[in-house]
């Protein structure tokens, strides 16, 4: 498809904005950090899925939508989610199914596309991927096997390690305390395989590396992945099943919210660039908080707003448009009277798309679209894009017309 702006995107391994060139504009390649299903998502959540479903968009407008595989995973395996199924006195996949359905009601409330795959960790190929990638590890030296079973990665042997966040080893402190209890060599260590005899929740989801395929010695220890490596395999796994090419190692772009900088996306780099020597992703996004009176919604703090809560008092368009009002990068603060004064534009853009009716493609030299597009590529300015949908609310002319579902689509409203 004709392209008359370049992309650009403010790379945060870079933190420099610059032209997105894809490895193979026939396929795309893009994979977010999805959800540990453990309870209801909240709007911090809801962000970061509207933000990266706009990525979505624009990425299939621009390479067309077979081009793009858009990957989300889901971590169905974790100490929160056997925690929580205890309490319920459940079992814990038939609460992470549970959780994972409500998700899917939510994003589909928020007009989000689905994903082209959706992989999980409990899924048995996924988890003989990740023993098979802890093997690699340790015959590398990247790992070793402590005392109590777990397997750790040795952070000092990867030397750009916390570079996405900005952050050297030397000081980095955090955690020192932690590396005693659990026999790491190092307080940066972080670990692959949780031996599950030193878990609280023992041996609930259990598995066996050597029924996955483990062969050295040490590393049998009954137990669960480590978060971080989940996503490692999955984004290797997906590099294939996605059809993007046969030994392929990166990913266009790798996104998720700001808090996953450091650790997590910090850590699935030195576990994946250490076996194969590429990038793991050539384009790192991270999407700005929820803000709650200025603090961070989270679920640790107690202060969320769950996306099922807001549904119940807004329309989803409204919500949508509320989030979209803010550059990805910057924090958006949460109060009913924001979600509120977004119901009005968001009806009469409703009632504007209803009155239009279907319309014959707008061309590609439409200016109309052109401004949005132009202000989509410009790191995903959604504010400004908005306002030249706001534009055509307001206009009849024919151009006007044949625009207007072109670009609601391309933000998530048509
Ligand atoms: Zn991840």
């Known amino acids: 498809m004709e392209q008359q ?18 490895l193979n504009p026939a ?28 990525v979505y968009r624009l990425l299939r407008h621009v390479y067309g939508s077979e081009a793009v595989t858009y990957v989300r995973n889901f971590t169905d395996i974790a100490d929160e989610i056997i925690a929580r199924a205890a309490e319920n006195n459940e079992a814990p996949m038939d609460l992470a199914n549970r ?29 003989r991927g990740i023993v098979a990638h802890i093997q690699k590890l340790l015959e590398l030296g990247y790992a070793y096997v402590a005392p109590n079973g777990d397997v750790n990665y040795r952070a000092a042997k990867f030397p750009t390690y916390g570079q996405l966040a900005g952050r050297k080893l030397d000081e980095q402190r955090a955690g020192a305390r932690v590396a005693v209890d659990e026999g790491k060599e190092s307080p940066h260590d972080f670990v692959l395989w949780k031996a599950n005899a030193n878990s609280a929740t023992k041996m609930v989801q259990a598995f066996s590396p050597l ?8 590393f049998t220890a009954l137990g669960r992945p480590g978060w971080h490596i989940e996503c490692s395999v999955m984004s290797a796994q997906t590099l294939l ?3 993007l090419g046969q030994g392929a190692t990166t990913f266009d772009i790798h996104g998720g919210g700001e808090d996953l900088q450091f650790p997590h996306h910090s850590c699935e780099i030195a576990q994946t660039e250490a076996l194969t020597g590429q990038p793991m992703a050539q384009v790192w ?7 709650v009176g200025g603090t961070k919604m989270s679920k640790s703090l107690g202060n969320f707003t769950t996306i099922k809560d807001v549904l119940a008092k807004h329309s989803p368009q409204a919500v949508r448009l509320w989030l979209l009002q803010t550059h990805y990068r910057k924090p958006v603060d949460y109060s009913e009277a924001a979600v509120t004064a977004a119901e009005k534009p968001a009806r009469r853009l409703q009632a504007k798309l209803a009155a239009n009716g279907p319309q014959a493609a707008a061309d590609a030299a439409n200016p109309h679209v052109q401004a949005a597009l132009k202000a989509l590529c410009d790191d995903l300015n959604t504010s400004m894009a908005l306002a030249e949908l706001n534009k055509l609310v307001g206009l009849d002319t024919p151009e006007a017309k044949a625009a207007l579902p072109v670009v609601a689509a391309l933000l998530g409203f048509a």
């Open 5 to 22: 702006h370049p992309i650009l995107f403010k790379n945060t391994l870079t933190g420099q904005k610059a032209p997105f060139v894809p």
């Open 27 to 54: 396929k795309v390649g893009f994979y977010v950090c999805g959800i540990t299903p453990y309870s209801d998502s909240h709007l911090g959540h809801a962000r970061a899925y509207v933000v990266f479903d706009v």
């Open 99 to 127: 959780v994972i359905a409500g998700f899917h009601a939510d994003m589909q409330a928020l007009s989000t596309l689905p994903p082209t795959l959706e992989p999980r960790v409990s899924d048995p190929a996924v988890l």
């Open 211 to 218: 029924e996955l395929g483990a062969t050295l010695p040490g």
């Open 241 to 243: 099943a996605g059809g």
């Open 285 to 291: 996004l991270h999407n700005a908080f929820i803000t």
